[in-house]
């Protein structure tokens, strides 16, 4: 067990790559309830969530869930996140662990004017990841909601053991599967009842190991390595889910801004040509010269490489290109490669 | 579970003494910290290490670690095995996942390592 930001936490059960295949092949849990949730509720709700995050908010309804984040007024992270529309005027906010306090006191600091209620239920939630390709198989009769109709990204209400749930067709792994929210007192019973049903599907318990490797995978960001409030949504590659037209946000003059200048850095998948593992911090160097750090870096368990991203200069951002990252005394090349490093489908 | 006739360093190496000559590896309660072990970086042969000079690097999906030479001595032969199966040192501590062999210089300075039973109580009082 870590202390993960307050939270008593499994780095692994089984092993950080038994846990990763075995996500990949079949299926596994995750206890995530360190995650924040902070509600927005009132007339003005869709508004306010409007004005904090980039993505368009309207598209939302309580079957539609999307990722998101919360925007400096330059177009940087204060957080990434998952926002839900639990009704007409009421908006859940899944943010991380680690910044849930920060986003809470950021919300409350950008409420003037609006006519909406924010209450942070971090510590009354709690949530269950089940990812897999044998995922929708294992929860499909222990819940009350059509999950084969589910899109991705779609989410509904429904119960499980009898206890209230809110689920959705997401996750941080790069597989099918699903996110599991309750304010059950007892939500040990949901965790029991889905490692019971899943032993003949290969389910296993997963813990921040995995999850880690697993998300850089499928280059999925983690904030504090990837993104941060240094970072822009243009930068780190999450253009995407800014849409301009949808009025005004934070961060949108400076997003636009740079959207017309270009942008000088962009976040890159590499992976190495040689020997040894990249890790965070490691230094990147371009031509012989010190330009970035690595960011996030790992060994990839499914594709049995060393991975990594990192911030390079726009005009070596080309897939391709050759570069080294600082191992100890040495300088091991690496490469510029396509993103996501896993894609699923892909596996015979 | 620990060999009696291994000798065990306080940065969790174990190393084995036949005559002259000696065999190194980490040991269980190191490679069990680390979990799955993905790459092993040995010293040249020929090199001549010194009493707890870092002989090598221990990768693991989560962390990297430093090995050290439990004594001083000559490097006679590295485990090529852990280059294409570092699961090795998972798998087989003790055993097939050793790094490297040694000349030793000076056995007296195996007089500074813990003995099995030794070293059993060392890691129980680290892992309380």
Sequence with gaps: MIEFFGWEMPVEFSGVIDEHLAVRQKAGLFDVSHMGEIIISGRQALDFVQYLTPNDAARLTPEKAQYSCLTTPQGTFVDDLLVYCLGPEKYLLVVNCSNSDKDYEWILSHKKGFEVEVENKSDDYTQLALQGPRALEILKPLIDVNLEEMKAFGSNWGEIEGEEVLVSRTGYTGEDGFEVYTLSIRPEKIWDTILERGKEFGVVPVGLGARDTLRLEARLMLYGNDIDETTTLLEAGLGWLVKFEKGEFLGKGALLKQKEEGIKRRLVGFELIEKGIARQHYPVFVEGKKVSEVDSGTFSPYLKKSIGLTYLPVEYKEIGTEFEVGIRDKKVKARVVPTPFYKRGEKG | ?128
Excluded: C
């Excluded at chain 2, 309660?29 to 090199?47: I, N, R, T, W």
């Excluded at chain 2, 097939?96 to 007089?111: H, M, N, Q, S, Y």
């Design chain 2, 1 to 128: 579970m620990y060999p009696d006739d291994f000798y065990y360093t306080k940065d969790h190496e174990w190393i084995q003494v036949k005559g002259d000559k000696a065999t190194v590896g980490i040991t269980d309660f190191a490679q069990k910290q680390l979990g799955d072990v993905v790459y092993v970086e040995l010293p040249e042969v020929g090199k001549k290490l010194e009493f707890h000079q870092s002989m090598g690097v221990v990768e693991s999906v989560k962390a990297v670690s430093d090995v050290y030479s439990p004594v001083s001595g000559e490097v006679l032969e590295v485990n090529k095995g852990l280059n294409d199966s570092p699961e090795l040192v998972n798998q087989d501590p003790h055993g097939k996942g050793w790094f490297i062999r040694l000349k030793v210089k000076d056995e007296a300075e195996l007089e500074k390592l813990m003995s099995a039973s030794e070293y059993e109580e060392f890691i129980e009082g680290i892992e309380e």
